[in-house]
């Protein structure tokens, strides 16, 4: 009968040990620091001299996690944007819609938005809702567009809840707000100079090399950061909160200040 060498049997328990500690890092990673570690991006949107400073967010899926959605509000502050946009899911549950639009209405800037597919699921009061947004100055839009407070901007918000009938304005920037990235696809025939969206996490657990483990529904190949498509450039937000699982690997929550 064959036997192991003393020196095989190191190398496969120093191999064995540190698959272990890969694994076990990850782990660390994935549940103890990125769910918590928010990531601010910068993006410039190609074009002429930018006159706005936007801010992006998304996906806050509010759980009573007060502590972590006011640092979210406080680092959007310090960036000082002209205005905010949020592409959906505030909540999952309507017991948590009052602190969380308590929360959002410390945001220092107009804030416009509409909602997620979240939002319509735990039958939010989206009066409420605009209430808190009007308050900051901004507007909750469910297909409606409104000019920003300079008059530069049209911003539109489209619920994806029906065929889109969006008409930009001229001689103004149309800044296109939703939740589904791949609605994208439904926008024949109009273009914007920005749309922004969420609703995939950025997969929330994403492999080099492979990229998202897994992405719901509505998403597309437009999973995360910037695209180019024919309604326009295309920027997907990795969102602040989590569905199903408070885990995150190689994407951390963020928020995006774009220039436009």
């Not at 949020?86 to 220092?108: C, M, Q, S």
């Not at 929330?204 to 326009?232: E, S």
Request: with cysteine; proline share 7%.
């Amino acid at each position: 009968m064959r036997t192991l060498t003393p020196k095989r049997i190191r190398r496969r328990r120093f191999l064995a040990l540190g698959l272990a500690g890969v694994v076990t890092g990850a782990a660390a990673d994935a549940f103890l620091l990125e769910p918590r570690w928010l990531k601010v991006r910068r993006v410039r949107v190609p074009g002429a001299t930018p006159a706005h400073r936007i801010l992006h967010f998304t996906d806050l899926h509010f759980k009573g996690d007060r502590r972590w959605a006011e640092s979210v509000v406080g680092h959007i502050n310090q960036l000082t944007p002209d205005f905010v946009c949020f592409t959906g899911d505030i909540v999952e549950n309507a017991a948590h819609l009052p602190e969380a639009l308590e929360v959002l209405r410390g945001i220092r800037a107009p804030l416009y938005g509409v909602p997620g597919n979240h939002d319509y699921w735990s039958g939010l009061d989206f009066e409420m809702v605009a209430d808190a947004f009007a308050a900051t100055g901004g507007k909750w839009l469910l297909d409606e567009q409104v000019r920003t407070r300079d008059g530069g901007v049209n911003v539109i918000g489209a619920t994806c809840t029906k065929e889109p009938d969006i008409q930009p304005r001229p001689k103004v920037k149309n800044l296109l707000l939703i939740h589904y990235p791949f609605w994208v696809e439904r926008l024949a025939g109009v273009s914007f100079n920005l749309i922004l969206a969420g609703h995939s996490h950025g997969g929330q657990v994403r492999l080099p090399l492979f990229g998202a483990v897994l992405v719901p529904g509505g998403v597309g190949p437009y999973d995360l950061g910037r695209f180019q498509t024919p309604a326009g450039p295309l920027y997907v937000g990795a969102g602040v909160g989590w569905f199903y699982l408070n885990a995150r690997f190689n994407c951390r929550p963020e928020i995006t200040l774009i220039e436009l």
